[in-house]
């Protein structure tokens, strides 16, 4: 028969165990929050320059500047 200390001692590992599980558990969650939500906001950065660079043009200008500089390379 287990002692009421041996007990005792076994609930608060599993008590301590299942605190360290939630908070890691915690902390991956928030790490794949942050970088989603970093990930949306440099894509939404890169639209808005692109959007800016091309003034509303399928294409930048410079676009076409650096095809004929590297077609002479």
């Given at each position: 028969?287990?002692?009421?200390?041996?007990?005792?001692?076994?609930?608060?590992?599993?008590?301590?165990?299942?605190?360290?599980?939630?908070?890691?558990?915690?902390?991956?969650?928030?790490?794949?929050?942050?970088?989603?939500?970093?990930?949306?906001?440099?894509?939404?950065?890169?639209?808005?320059?692109?959007?800016?660079?091309?003034?509303?043009?399928?294409r930048a200008a410079y676009g076409?500047?650096?095809?004929?500089?590297?077609?002479?390379?």
């Amino acid at each position: 028969m287990e002692s009421l200390s041996e007990r005792t001692s076994t609930g608060y590992q599993q008590i301590h165990d299942g605190i360290i599980h939630l908070v890691d558990s915690a902390r991956t969650e928030t790490v794949r929050s942050v970088n989603a939500l970093m990930t949306a906001t440099y894509w939404e950065i890169g639209r808005r320059i692109v959007e800016f660079e091309q003034g509303g043009e399928a294409r930048a200008a410079y676009g076409a500047q650096l095809i004929s500089d590297y077609q002479r390379i």
